[in-house]
């Protein structure tokens, strides 16, 4: 028989509030039970998080990514390019990227995962030189996200409901230039999100046919209509079938640059754009896949 894996746990012990350590406790008894090693690391920040993962990985140990989809797309994108092993413990607020891979989150499911299951290759994103994983966004939800991020009174996806309340509620239409595969494409509308997962947002199914082994990123547009109609699209992200609505686009390739375009470009106008839930920068964003960068322990 194979030796047991060796694990480290890199957790956000911030994500989720208690979320994490309440997560973590009785997995890492049922795979030290089962006779592996699992040493665990608190990352004081996500730089931090990123030396803690290349360590481990340096050390030969699969590395868990243990938190939401900030901390998993931080330690996944650190291991991206790698040999190394990455095992998703779903503990934050939206669980995006370990939704679309079917990560279980009882913890004896997962427990036989990450002793026993196979590492899977999974496409990243690179986005202007950082590797992430589920999905870049330019636009409203990024605005939202922010919104989400700053809310202190509620959790979960009760904090990006509201956050993106506020933000449509005082949101001016943005006009983007899309260059894809060397087109360009010119919008005007809410947002733009290079998808290599499908989900993003607490669960909201933005790109419904996105794969993560396809070496594709789907570019979902959503474009000018009036706010009304644009909550009404909000709540079918939920079961993906905003994509029927002709103010809805969806583009495919394997590189795609978003930036501001026409008048809010010419005014100076500042949008940020979003990646795994953080907020790197603004646009404009390059977003390139990365095909089979990263080794996943998913179904």
């Not at 894996?5 to 890492?28: D, E, K, Q, Y």
């Not at 109609?229 to 905003?242: D, P, Q, R, S, Y």
């Not at 390739?253 to 907020?279: K, N």
């Amino acid at each position: 028989m194979p030796s047991p894996r060796t694990f480290t746990a890199v957790v956000n012990p911030t994500s989720g509030g208690s979320t994490s350590a309440a997560t973590l406790i009785p997995l890492a008894r049922l795979l030290r039970e089962a006779g592996a090693e699992v040493a665990v690391e608190y990352s004081r920040g996500l730089e931090h998080a990123v030396a803690l993962a290349r360590g481990a990985a340096a050390a030969g140990h699969v590395v868990l990514g243990v938190g939401g989809d900030g901390m998993v797309g931080c330690v996944g994108g650190a291991l991206a390019g790698s040999d190394a092993v990455l095992g998703i413990v779903p503990a934050g607020r939206g669980n995006d990227f370990a939704r679309q891979l079917a990560i279980p989150a009882d913890p004896g499911e997962l427990a036989a995962l990450l002793l026993e299951g196979e590492p899977r290759p999974v496409d990243a994103i690179d986005a202007n030189g950082t590797a992430v994983l589920g999905s870049v966004y330019a636009g409203v939800d990024a605005v939202a996200n922010d919104n989400a991020n700053k809310t202190r009174l509620l959790r979960g996806s009760m904090s990006y409901t509201v956050g993106a309340l506020r933000a449509v509620l005082a949101w001016k239409p943005a006009e983007y230039r899309i260059t894809l595969e060397g087109t360009e494409h010119l919008r005007r509308g809410y947002s733009v999100v290079a998808a290599n997962s499908g989900y993003y947002g607490f669960g909201r199914h933005i790109a419904p046919d996105a794969r993560v082994d396809d070496g594709l990123l789907d570019v979902v547009i959503l474009k000018h209509a009036s706010k009304a109609l644009f909550f009404t699209v909000l709540n079918e992200l939920a079961a993906g079938t905003h994509v029927r609505r002709p103010q809805v686009e969806v583009l495919r390739g394997r590189e795609v640059r978003i930036e501001l375009a026409g008048t809010a470009a010419m005014a100076g106008r500042v949008l940020p754009y979003g990646a795994d839930g953080e907020l790197p920068g603004v646009l404009p964003v390059t977003a390139r896949v990365m095909p089979g960068a990263l080794r996943v322990l998913a179904p």
